[in-house]
């Protein structure tokens, strides 16, 4: 069947059912225009290629068409735009000329002839399992991860809430299973329709599909159902205990004590489990869009290394989709985002991320506290912050997001992430410590962020003193002043946390499980930051180097690969570095092998502090408000 055929024939489909009511659901009524019909052919999905037919309907005269650009929870202009080719437009089989803006490379402008009622827009997307983002996945020979932002070119509207899109999708096999928040329209063998949506909710339900495949129902949230669906590259990768399972079903119960009332009408988690296609974590309303190593849910040390994934991108579907920055809720996805309020956004979902993760089992209370101290140790170490205060790292959120990790430590990265949540904790302990422990940021978030009522997905927007009055409805204090502290001045240390909570930072030469676990599987990394001063990875490429630590001192920069260590060649990695380190307390040199490019050079470093480790250590005599934090809510 010829594209345009096909999209006749779902246009034809799309009225009958709109005839029989089906639709109803979608807000569609007789004076609403006809929906775009869009299909993609991902029969060779394999081969990173998917073929796109849309069938638009226009009116005759100058046309602009778009390509999403600002990718909503990505927070940057990441549509990959690059990846569009092979762009033919015609109407009953003739060609249709178009010219690209020259300012706006995102939108073509072309002009419809005089009673042409649609025009047929046919492309090809180029996937890559490289990039930033959503625009790096997309297939292994069985798996396959779609959003939809990258398969549409639409005339450009005010709202997207207001455009109409009925999509349909060749699998790339009869034998590929798919999971999506769309409703199903049909689906025999390898194609499925789905029922019209508009563009704001297509883009917000992504689609994952594989050939092993695995469904776990999780549970109820307020009367709906939680479903995590799994597509891996082998089946083995699915063979997941129920010990495992039921942590995630105890998510289901923590974020529940937490936010009580819903904002969908049913949840997935999409989840791509693969060492090929790169991980992801990306918040939808109704689903998210996640992915890591083949081994995530089978493996111990997979699971504790990335074990906030899932419930970050959940939290977000209350802190993010629902209660949105009222500069991000924008109307279509051609306007710029303004980030400067991600410190909520993001910040408190990395703190409850990490947190339920921990109240659910998926992390112990040990790895939770170790998380804390070595995030506080990292950005204590960044030079960067004698000249960037925090706020900056969210307003310049869409560079940094792309920058490189090398003189990471001066520039600063998206650290409203990490600081972000030792500021959320800040505030969690500073609430009980007012409230005598009666109240704490658990009750800010359930009347925040669950608002009172259960509803669909929705958007409620917000600024920075509807939170300071949050906060204060919670807990009179001057939460200006606190938001100013940690937002607005340059400081060289974060805020502490921890004394007030019972805690202090101390540094030993043992390192945790956690970092263990996460300098390992996929990340492969060498952690030498507060001893040596290098981020590296475990082959011994130094990524960053920190300002004034001993590398630093001894000349050594980002790029540069470490051969071999005291004469020996660098194979263990941590371990052996670890060895050497340790050494080196007792007086011997610690001497480098240096490679850049095709040059070697060694060098000398006078260190002798033997490796260093963050740990929180208890403070005697005090209230063990951390201990209180952690508890698992009534379910």
């Known amino acids: 069947m010829r594209k345009s055929t096909r999209a006749a024939a779902l246009v034809a489909a799309f009225a009958l059912t709109v005839s029989a009511g089906i639709v109803a659901t979608t807000r569609v009524s007789a004076q609403t225009p006809a929906p775009i019909v ?28 778009v390509y999403p650009k600002w990718i909503p929870g990505e927070h940057s202009p990441s549509g ?21 803006d020259p300012v706006d490379l995102y ?12 025009i047929d827009v046919d492309f090809v997307y180029l996937g890559a399992n490289d990039g930033n983002y959503s625009s790096a996945r997309l297939s292994t020979p069985n798996l396959l991860s779609l959003t939809w932002n990258k398969v549409i070119l639409t005339p450009k509207v005010a709202d997207y809430a207001t455009q109409q899109i009925a999509a349909s999708l060749t699998l790339p096999g009869a034998d590929w299973k798919y999971a999506t928040a769309l ?12 029922k019209p949506v508009t563009q704001e909710m297509l883009i917000d339900s992504p689609l994952d599909a594989g050939i092993n495949a695995r469904t776990w129902r999780l549970g109820e949230f307020e009367g709906v159902p ?14 997941v205990s129920d010990a495992t399972i039921q942590k995630l079903r105890n998510l289901v119960a923590q974020m529940h004590g937490l936010y009580h009332w819903r904002h969908f009408n049913h949840y997935t988690f999409l989840l791509t489990l693969s060492d090929v296609m790169p991980g992801e974590g990306v918040e939808h309303h109704q689903s998210s869009d996640d992915g890591s190593v083949g081994d995530f849910l089978t493996d111990h040390s997979s699971l504790i290394a990335d074990g906030d994934l899932l419930s970050h991108e959940w939290n977000h579907s209350w802190n993010g989709k629902y209660r949105r920055p009222s500069d991000l ?16 956004y993001e910040g408190m979902t990395q703190f409850y991320g990490e947190l339920q993760a921990e109240r659910s089992g998926i992390r112990s209370k040990q790895d939770w506290l170790d998380s804390l101290a070595g995030t506080y140790a990292m950005l204590d170490a960044t030079h960067g912050r004698l000249w960037r205060p925090l706020i900056d790292t969210a307003t310049a959120a869409s560079v940094l997001y792309g920058a490189s990790r090398e003189w990471e430590n001066e520039r600063r990265s998206v650290d409203y992430y990490p600081e972000g949540a030792l500021m959320w904790l800040d505030a969690d302990v500073t609430i009980r410590r007012l409230s005598h422990g009666r109240r704490s940021l658990d009750d800010v978030a359930r009347s925040f962020f669950g608002h009172g009522e259960n509803s669909g997905p929705q958007v409620v927007t917000y600024t920075r003193a509807d939170i300071v009055a949050a906060l204060s409805a919670v807990q009179p204090y001057d939460w200006a002043a606190f938001l100013h502290r940690h937002l607005d001045e340059v400081a060289p240390h974060p805020p502490d946390p921890f004394t007030a909570g019972g805690y202090k930072l101390v540094y030993t030469d043992k390192i945790s499980e956690i970092e263990k676990a996460q300098n390992s599987g996929r990340r492969h990394r060498m952690d030498l930051r507060y001893s040596l001063g290098i981020a590296g990875n475990a082959d011994g490429t130094v990524v960053d180097v920190l300002w004034n630590s001993p590398a630093f001192a001894a000349g050594i920069g980002p790029g540069e690969k470490i051969v071999a ?6 194979t263990g990695g941590q371990t052996q570095m670890d060895t050497v380190l340790k050494a080196a307390e007792r007086g011997g040199p610690i001497r480098l092998l240096l490679s850049g490019g095709d040059v070697y050079r060694t060098v000398t470093i006078d260190y002798h502090g033997g490796p260093r480790y963050p740990h929180l250590q208890r403070l005697d005599g005090t209230s063990d408000v951390l201990t209180e934090v952690a508890k698992p809510l009534p379910g």
């Open 38 to 65: 869009l299909h993609v052919d991902a029969s060779h999905a394999v081969q990173g290629l998917l073929a796109v037919n849309e069938h638009v309907p226009v009116t005759s005269g100058p046309l602009t068409l």
């Open 183 to 194: 409703d199903t329209l049909a689906h025999s063998g390898a194609e499925v329709s789905f």
């Open 107 to 118: 939108a073509i402008h072309l002009d419809v002839p005089a009673a042409v009622t649609s």
């Open 226 to 239: 939680v479903e995590l669906a799994a597509f891996a590259d082998t089946p083995d990768q699915l063979d």
């Open 80 to 100: 990959p735009l690059p990846n569009l080719a092979g762009l033919h437009l015609s109407t009953a089989g003739h060609p249709i000329a178009w010219t690209r």
């Open 565 to 570: 260590v005291n004469d020996r060649a660098l």
């Open 329 to 344: 809720a924008t109307r279509n996805l051609q306007d710029p985002m303004i980030d400067t309020t991600l410190w909520v």
